[in-house]
């Protein structure tokens, strides 16, 4: 062979073999130490290709302002922190965010410390934008100054964000739009740790607390809980509570707390206030969708009789957990909720006389529609309860074919009713399912299609079963794509979620069956290629030389 055929040989070797290793070499990352005391103004500019290695603990001292541009990159060695007694500008872009993370190559929850706020007041720091990982508290907040928390996500940390309310009032925290996800303990977390301090003058605007492992907003005092608002909130798939209030000690209230047009979902208890000391009143929880917490969707305790002061549970959705509202001894106004397929819709734990549930769709609660309990006392007249004839009670209403209820028609007065629903009844989605390939190769890839799935409302969520063992959880995307790491027969099956949390049947009844066949020995492709390539060539040579 002469020169110039070979050299074409050794290309088409050379570019094969590049192909199947996807050799790529990481350029080196530059790196800028920092550690100690900053005494003067200082700004930390983006410099491509280079990162801030925090290597000690950084101290921006009183009456300097530390500034971090947009796109850079922070590291944390283990356990150090940014400790902020002046001030921190750190607002990145939405497409050139700023990163606090671990230089741990093998980094966990707690691998650093945190971004401290200690600052006096009068001072303003600023975070936007930006990222915090791995961090034992993402952002902690101790100082009094005023902090503004716009569109940040908090993730793998211990806490995402806590602020102690001690020296704090709440009107110098904003804490909009951000988002906290897999932190282990809390994605957002107030607290007082002064037996004499409350928490107050709170406003969360736009945050979502999602995945973590233990509450998703939690809030802890001593004294009072007074004057917070929730609003536009998303608290999902918390192993713990969705949004937690507690107080265990001293001689707390609450009141003046609302929540209001949010959403929270797949965690074990949805909103849960929990006032062991004094009285609660005045909590409104109002315009939100909360459903499919395991065990209670609402649950308001106190262990003191207010039998002067309301609570409000106005125009929500709840549906789809054991209980769907749990009030104890407090006076509670129900109104104009859509309360269904809980096993109990509300129970009512309360010798106090004066608790209202009115104009309510209540209906499809496997157990009851209310159940009064412990001598509860409760006016529950004017609901729809699912059917014409009202709900069926053994005695007074033994005709009713809408959700049975209980008591002995004093403690639980449900005549007259309404004959049809205050607003629209919902129905249960229908799930439809397809796959692009029924006989794939095991380990290729094959997409399954959920969006023919329909709903009187809206289909939110989408939960995939492949059949081997794997699923994908509950998930809002309709499309996703699953690899078969064995051969086999795999019935792939469905279940949706509508916008009130209603699922459709049994995903047993919605599946496709996949085939999964012995995949071509891929490994064996390239070089069967380059073989068949160069026998080609000999044969082409040795022709052309033949003529």
């Keep these: 062979m002469d020169k110039k055929f070979v050299l074409i ?37 983006r410099i491509p290709g280079e990162v801030y290695r925090v290597i000690g603990d950084i101290y921006v001292d009183a009456n300097v302002t530390l500034t971090i541009e947009p796109g850079v990159e922070v590291e944390f060695a283990d356990g150090f922190m940014l400790s902020v007694e002046g001030s921190l500008h750190a607002v990145g872009l939405a497409h050139h965010k700023i990163l606090f993370t671990s230089s741990n190559p093998s980094p966990t929850p707690g691998s650093w410390e945190s971004i401290r706020f200690s600052m006096g007041r009068s001072v303003t720091s600023h975070v936007e934008h930006a990222t915090l990982e791995y961090a034992n508290y993402g952002i902690r907040i101790e ?31 904003t804490i909009h739009n951000n988002t906290a996800m897999n932190n282990t303990a809390a994605g957002f977390a107030f607290y007082s740790r002064s037996t004499y301090a409350s928490v107050f003058n709170l406003n969360i605007v736009g945050c979502s607390a999602m995945r973590n492992l233990g509450y998703g907003l939690y809030f802890y005092t001593r004294r009072d809980f007074y004057n917070i608002s929730l609003h536009n909130v998303t608290a999902s798939f918390n192993t713990n509570r969705g949004i937690k209030f507690e107080n265990h000690y001293m001689g707390g209230h609450f009141y003046n707390i609302s929540i209001s047009e949010s959403k929270v979902n797949f965690n074990t208890v ?74 109990i819709g509300i129970r009512c734990r309360s010798t106090v006389d004066g608790s209202k549930a009115r104009f309510n769709d209540i209906y499809s609660n496997t157990q009851y529609g209310v159940s009064v309990e412990s001598g509860a006392l409760i006016n529950a007249e004017y609901n729809y309860w699912g059917h014409s004839a009202g709900p069926y009670h053994t005695s007074l209403n033994p005709e009713g074919e809408g959700n049975p209820v209980n008591g002995d028609g004093t403690n639980l007065d449900f005549i007259p009713f309404l004959t049809s629903p205050v607003g629209t009844t919902n129905e249960r989605p229908v799930a439809a399912l397809e796959v692009d390939k029924i006989t794939p190769w095991f380990n290729e890839t094959v997409t399954l299609d959920a969006t023919d799935s329909t709903d009187d409302g809206r289909v939110d969520y989408y939960f995939f079963d492949f059949g081997d063992g794997t699923n994908s959880g509950w ?40 085939e999964v066949v012995p995949e071509f020995p891929s490994l064996i492709i390239l070089p069967l290629f380059m073989i068949l390539t160069l026998i080609a060539a000999l044969a082409f040579r040795k022709r052309r030389n033949q003529n």
């Design 270 to 343: 949805g909103v849960d206030l929990n006032n062991h000391n004094q009285y609660m009143y005045n909590v409104s929880i109002k315009d939100n969708r909360i459903y499919s917490n395991s065990e209670t969707n609402l649950y308001l305790y106190t262990n003191y009789q207010n039998p002067t002061h309301f609570n409000y549970i106005v125009n929500n959705v709840i549906s789809n957990a054991q209980n769907g509202i749990y009030a104890y001894e407090l006076l509670v106004i129900c109104e104009n909720n859509t309360i269904f397929q809980n096993s």
């Design 475 to 514: 998930t809002t995307l309709p499309v996703v794509t699953h690899k078969y790491a064995e051969e086999g027969t795999y019935n792939a099956t469905l279940v949706v979620m509508d916008d009130f949390g209603v699922t459709s049947l049994d995903g047993g009844l919605v599946f496709v069956t996949i």
């Design 143 to 173: 100082g009094p100054g005023e902090v503004i928390l716009k569109h940040n996500l908090a993730r793998n940390c211990n806490y995402g964000i806590i602020v102690d309310m001690s020296p704090l009032n709440g009107e110098n925290l």
């Design 9 to 45: 040989i050794l290309i088409i070797f050379g570019i094969s073999s590049i192909s199947t290793l996807g050799f790529y070499v990481r350029p080196a990352k530059g790196i800028i130490w920092k550690e100690g005391h900053i005494t003067a103004d200082e700004t930390w500019p």
